[in-house]
């Protein structure tokens, strides 16, 4: 399956924890998006890289949030010191060029549930 | 920031029922897409539409980017058990390459 692979699809943890989300893109890709998704509304917009750079970090909350793309491995979505509202579902996707046509392919997500 | 709006925001059909739902922005867009979530899963790409104008079928679902570039439809004809879901339009912005605005989607229930 060459598809989008996110792990963990699951994660709990503790209000103050860390959470680290890993997106691999689809075999070809270069472009990754996170977004976020609470129950029953649609994704917005966190941050894009290529690899080695961030791109557009609008979406990213200021504090506490990060994302990197190296150049070897996974892109991560790193969340410091959790708090309860940060509990959502987080996907990644991933494109093969940012320009001309721009279909972006989703992973299956890491539900985060912080306690 | 930027919205789509989509609608409806949910739909009761009988099996075999044809659907259909739309969104709309005061923004022109370059390209809408259409997506299909299944709970606990990432949104899948049903139907990616270029040009104003442009109708694209996929099997039973059938998407149109309208003419003004400001809004696109979806059609899923003859409804079936496994439509449901919750389904995604998203536009890309003509002064964007790549970022893409999602409506808060339309959740399809089908009547036993």
């Known amino acids: 399956n060459a598809g989008v692979m996110q792990n963990p699809r699951h994660l709990v943890r503790r209000r103050g924890q860390e959470a680290r989300l890993r997106c691999s893109p689809m075999?070809?890709?270069?472009?990754v998006y996170w977004y976020r998704q609470l129950p029953e509304e649609g994704l917005k917009f966190m941050v894009y890289?290529?690899?080695?750079?961030?791109?557009?970090e609008s979406g990213m909350p200021k504090e506490r949030f990060s994302a990197e793309f190296p150049k070897e491995g996974p892109s991560i979505l790193r969340i410091q010191q959790v708090v309860r509202g940060d509990s959502a579902a987080y996907f990644c996707?991933?494109?093969?060029?940012?320009?001309?046509?721009?279909?972006?392919?989703f992973g299956p997500g890491t539900r985060l549930t912080v306690l | 920031g930027q919205q789509l709006n989509q609608s409806p925001q949910s739909m009761f059909i009988q099996e075999g029922e044809d659907v259909s739902m739309n969104c709309t922005s005061s923004?022109?867009?370059?390209?809408w897409l259409w997506y299909k979530q299944d709970p606990g899963e990432g949104p899948v790409l049903l139907i990616a539409?270029?040009?104003a104008g442009e109708l694209t079928s996929n099997g039973r679902l059938t998407a149109q980017f309208g003419i003004t570039r400001k809004d696109s439809f979806l059609n899923i004809s003859a409804s079936i058990p496994s439509d449901v879901g919750i389904y995604f339009c998203a536009g890309q912005f003509m002064d964007s390459n790549y970022q893409l605005i999602w409506g808060a989607g339309t959740k399809l229930i089908i009547k036993p």
């Open positions: 539409l270029y040009k």
């Open positions: 075999k070809g890709h270069s472009h």
């Open positions: 890289l290529q690899k080695e750079n961030i791109i557009d």
């Open positions: 996707a991933s494109s093969p060029s940012a320009s001309g046509y721009n279909e972006q392919f």
């Open positions: 923004s022109i867009f370059n390209t």
